[in-house]
């Protein structure tokens, strides 16, 4: 299980996220949504042990802040927003180094697997800094997925925390890197993902964190989190939310007119 407990975080001595209380268990997809600016990936960045902190993570019962590295890279995997890579390396080579934080370096062929996850086979050769902005974006998912390849291990659950996945991807790429983390969590893993599209959050999501300006606005099942009160509330704009019913897809327009 995943716990935050009255989280704080200043950045600069400006203070960014402020009493953060929520939690996420294994078998589900949480997705973290909220304008610009309300501190998203640095919450997924304090989940992870990546900035410091006031307040408590754990992480399958483990204090985040007082693991060693090796602890933590057993059991969760993060693909950030950006990655940049000063050295020319293969597709294949990118993939391979989750292998060196993760417990699979035994299955020879998990990184060709991997690759073939994110829809990318024909690419393994080819240099990573050729690739488009959302190729790179999958590599770098396949690269996370190799390191905890089993969503259950010996020590419990696995994590994935994935920092805008879909952000530069077209629709039909979003709706594979999507079903990918949906199957991780339900076969027993967790997900946590930083998330802007509010549509696929509903439909992949089990549970959501809405922030805005720092704070936590609402936790809980989308149906609960996404209503017109909200999100114009967090959004600072007009916002209606409609779903049809027969099929239970949310329509989210950005705003309402006037």
Known sequence: MLLVEDLCVALNRRPVLRGISLSARPGTLTAIVGPNGSGKTTLLRAMTGEVAYQGKVTLNGLDVARAKAWQL?????????????????????????????????????????????????????????????????????????????????????????????????????????????????????????????????????????????????????????LTDALLSSAYGCAIRTNALPSQGTWLLPQAVAG
Do not use: K
């Open 73 to 225: 890279a057993a059991i969760r995997a993060v693909m950030a927003q950006e990655t940049q890579l000063a050295f020319p390396f293969s597709v294949l080579e990118v993939i391979r180094l989750g292998l060196t934080s993760g417990q699979n370096a035994e299955v020879r062929d998990l990184p060709q697997r991997a690759l073939a996850e994110v829809g990318l086979t024909p690419h393994a050769s080819r240099n990573y800094q050729d690739l488009s902005g959302g190729e790179r974006q999958r590599v770098q998912l396949a690269r996370a997925l190799v390191q905890v390849w089993h969503p259950v291990a010996a020590g419990g659950a696995r994590w994935l925390f994935l920092d805008e996945p879909v952000a530069s991807l077209d629709l039909g790429h979003q709706l594979q890197v999507m079903r990918l983390a949906r199957r991780f969590a339900d076969a027993g893993g967790g997900v946590v993902a930083v998330m802007h599209d509010l549509n696929l959050s509903a439909m992949f999501a089990d549970r959501l964190a809405l922030l805005a300006e720092g704070g936590l606005v609402a936790a809980g099942a989308p149906e609960n989190v």
